[in-house]
């Protein structure tokens, strides 16, 4: 993905949403005082990447197409490595990598398949400014609202689903 620019409204936007209201995502001058040449992006704001309005209308929603269904597909994990803040202003272009996908049983049975993914922001000069690792837990069932662990009763319809290893998409692996 190219091009995806730091803006100053959705910046001060996205710290409003996740309830963070340090006034240097909304004041030069809070960030200034604080030693900032402009104003940081809160540190999860690159995940608005994803959102359909910053990504190209052929690109994933993940950033790369793993093969797996939304419907039964969880968030495990996110952490993030920095070179440097993100800024208001500045122009991004990421790219995401299949780090690994294996599989494991499930605590209530069933598989359940992690694909790690990494995800790696540059500014225009193409220099590293933060990278992204995510997991992604695709369940063999669904997990509704009244039932967080996803066990179904027996009348309930669980769709046929294909595994990593046939839909080829990605390699299995073994979970080290």
Do not use: W
Request: with cysteine; aromatic share 8%.
């Amino acid at each position: 993905m190219r091009g995806f620019r730091i803006e100053e409204g959705k910046l001060a936007e996205f710290a409003a949403t996740v309830g963070d209201n340090d006034p240097i995502y909304c004041s030069p001058e809070v960030a200034t005082e604080r030693g900032y040449d402009r104003r940081p992006a809160p540190p999860t704001f690159t995940r608005t990447a994803m959102f359909s309005r910053y990504r190209p209308e052929d690109a994933h929603r993940l950033g790369l197409n793993i093969g797996f269904d939304i419907r039964y597909e969880l968030h495990g994990e996110q952490a993030y490595r920095f070179t440097r803040p993100v800024y208001v202003g500045d122009t991004l272009a990421a790219t995401t990598t299949l780090i690994n996908a294996y599989e494991r049983e499930g605590r209530h049975g069933g598989v359940m398949t992690f694909a790690v993914l990494e995800t790696e922001f540059a500014d225009e000069g193409g220099k590293p400014v933060i990278a992204e690792r995510q997991i992604v837990i695709e369940t063999d069932r669904g997990v509704s609202a009244d039932d967080p662990s996803g066990r179904r009763s027996e009348h309930d319809a669980i769709p046929t689903r294909m595994t990593v290893r046939q839909r080829g998409s990605i390699n299995s692996t073994t979970a080290p």
